[in-house]
């Protein structure tokens, strides 16, 4: 069986975790006035995973994974995209070669020149500019390292979702489901909880009420998390299997589904659907300078452009 059908299979595997339920009181499809100026998919990836828009640069990095999620096959990598101009991408970390080792990387965070990636077991810092291996951190007892978040004093944190794929495509849960800090190169276990986090997958943070925001693949909550705390607070439920979270300046939170296919906005706790009919939405980026969402398509193999709408 071709890798690509067997990535597909085994995202719908994923899927089936989570009930899908029916039709959410609350929830609308809306157009952005400016779909019309929004560029073209940008094609040619490989199982993109997350996006992640650099303001400096002005440029979106995607990360590729190539492969089975779990699989060290050391072929992942990173591309980088003109946001102004999204047209093909260009390699800026590819597994073994130039003496980099990416086996599986998925989210992405920004950190001056350093950009970190999680891989499968291992956090990795590589120069932004220039691709360089910056930083290798093993993270043990981790099973499936999933979203990347900086918090506000500079520690790394890592959503860990606990789960492993199989060549067929089936999915297990051998793990825990747990956020690991990462500081001056020490990790140590920030929250663990399979009942609270609920396969724990994208992670932002939240400046405005000084708290990480989670979009959990395992239930219809969107939760909340301050560093120390025992609990979450829920702040929104909807479709479920979330991928990609990220906060907004103006409060609202933005999260993709695979449950519905779908890009959702949360805002004062009213969870609305912005865009649907988006197979596999991983990691969303937010393009700051042109009020964008930039989602990767992981089994499409492509990111898709959706705008912003105002508040």
């Given at each position: 069986?071709?890798?690509?059908?067997?990535?597909?299979?085994?995202?719908?595997?994923?899927?089936?975790?989570?009930?899908?339920?029916?039709?959410?009181?609350?929830?609308?499809?809306?157009?952005?006035?400016?779909?019309?100026?929004?560029?073209?998919?940008?094609?040619?990836?490989?199982?993109?995973?997350?996006?992640?828009?650099?303001?400096?640069?002005?440029?979106?990095?995607?990360?590729?994974?190539?492969?089975?999620?779990?699989?060290?096959?050391?072929?992942?990598?990173?591309?980088?995209?003109?946001?102004?101009?999204?047209?093909?991408?260009?390699?800026?970390?590819?597994?073994?070669?130039?003496?980099?080792?990416?086996?599986?990387?998925?989210?992405?965070?920004?950190?001056?020149?350093?950009?970190?990636?999680?891989?499968?077991?291992?956090?990795?810092?590589?120069?932004?500019n220039t691709g360089a291996?910056?930083?290798?951190?093993?993270?043990?007892?981790?099973?499936?390292?999933?979203?990347v978040v900086v918090g506000?004093?500079?520690?790394?944190?890592?959503?860990?979702?606990?789960?492993?794929?199989?060549?067929?495509?089936?999915?297990?849960?051998?793990?825990?489901?747990?956020?690991?800090?990462?500081?001056?190169?020490?990790?140590?276990?920030?929250?663990?909880?399979?009942?609270?986090?609920?396969?724990?997958?994208?992670?932002?943070?939240?400046?405005?009420?000084?708290?990480?925001?989670?979009?959990?693949?395992?239930?219809?909550?969107?939760?909340?998390?301050?560093?120390?705390?025992?609990?979450?607070?829920?702040?929104?439920?909807?479709?479920?299997?979330?991928?990609?979270?990220?906060?907004?300046?103006?409060?609202?939170?933005?999260?993709?589904?695979?449950?519905?296919?779908?890009?959702?906005?949360?805002?004062?706790?009213?969870?609305?659907?912005?865009?649907?009919?988006?197979?596999?939405?991983?990691?969303?980026?937010?393009?700051?300078?042109?009020?964008?969402?930039?989602?990767?398509?992981?089994?499409?193999?492509?990111?898709?452009?959706?705008?912003?709408?105002?508040?």
């Amino acid at each position: 069986m071709p890798r690509i059908v067997t990535r597909t299979v085994a995202a719908c595997s994923l899927g089936i975790l989570v009930a899908c339920g029916g039709e959410r009181a609350g929830t609308t499809d809306s157009v952005a006035a400016t779909a019309s100026a929004l560029p073209t998919p940008t094609e040619g990836f490989k199982t993109p995973e997350s996006v992640r828009y650099d303001p400096i640069l002005d440029v979106y990095f995607v990360s590729n994974i190539d492969g089975i999620p779990n699989v060290k096959d050391n072929n992942g990598y990173i591309a980088r995209v003109d946001a102004a101009n999204p047209g093909t991408p260009t390699v800026v970390v590819q597994g073994g070669q130039g003496g980099a080792e990416l086996h599986a990387p998925k989210g992405l965070a920004l950190s001056g020149d350093t950009l970190w990636v999680s891989d499968i077991d291992v956090l990795r810092a590589f120069d932004k500019n220039t691709g360089a291996t910056l930083a290798t951190i093993a993270v043990p007892n981790s099973t499936f390292l999933n979203d990347v978040v900086v918090g506000p004093d500079g520690t790394i944190y890592v959503t860990d979702t606990g789960i492993r794929f199989s060549e067929s495509g089936e999915v297990t849960h051998p793990g825990k489901d747990r956020i690991f800090a990462i500081k001056d190169g020490t990790v140590s276990v920030a929250f663990e909880s399979d009942s609270l986090l609920a396969r724990p997958n994208g992670i932002a943070w939240d400046a405005a009420n000084a708290r990480f925001v989670i979009g959990s693949f395992g239930g219809p909550a969107i939760i909340a998390w301050k560093q120390g705390e025992t609990t979450v607070t829920t702040i929104g439920t909807g479709p479920g299997a979330y991928d990609g979270i990220e906060v907004l300046a103006d409060g609202r939170i933005v999260v993709s589904s695979w449950a519905d296919s779908s890009i959702n906005i949360v805002d004062a706790g009213q969870l609305t659907r912005l865009a649907g009919s988006l197979d596999g939405p991983a990691d969303i980026g937010i393009d700051t300078r042109r009020e964008r969402i930039a989602i990767p398509r992981f089994s499409a193999g492509r990111v898709d452009y959706v705008a912003l709408p105002p508040r």
